[in-house]
Nanobody, 125 residues
Framework: QVQLVESGGGLVQAGGSLRLSCGAS????????????VGWFRQAPGKEREQVAS????????YYADSVKGRFTISRDNAKNTVDLQMNNLKPEDTAVYYC??????????????WGQGTQVSASS
């Protein structure tokens, strides 16, 4: 079964930073990872899931939600089959479970079909 794996979540104080990483867990999907656009989503308790950022296959096109522009940066290393989300100046409202997803298309209009299990990010005030 194809699986995406997230890592890097944790608890920080407001104003702090975290770096999330997403990778593919299984061969041969891990070999095809670079063929997919990848996005990061988050869902806080009682709220709908929202797309935070996404990046095209080659990395030349990105999308950011207004709430994270200027604070979060998405990047990918296709040689390592990873997509990272650098999160700076974290705010309490960034607290959520963060998921990575992969699919076809150009950000933000990507048909995400593969999903990870999620990683908790908490920013305390």
């Amino acid at each position: 079964q194809v699986q995406l794996v997230e890592s890097g979540g944790g608890l920080v104080q407001a104003g702090g930073s975290l770096r999330l990483s997403c990778g593919a867990s299984e061969h041969p999907f891990s070999s095809y990872f670079s063929n997919y656009a990848v996005g990061w989503f988050r869902q806080a308790p009682g709220k709908e899931r929202e797309q935070v950022a996404s990046i095209s296959r080659s990395g030349d096109s990105t999308y950011y939600a207004d709430s994270v522009k200027g604070r979060f940066t998405i990047s990918r290393d296709n040689a390592k089959n990873t997509v990272d989300l650098q999160m700076n100046n974290l705010k309490p409202e960034d607290t959520a479970v963060y998921y990575c997803a992969a699919g076809a298309g150009t950000p933000p209009a990507v048909n995400f079909v593969y999903w990870g299990q999620g990683t908790q990010v908490s920013a305390s005030s």
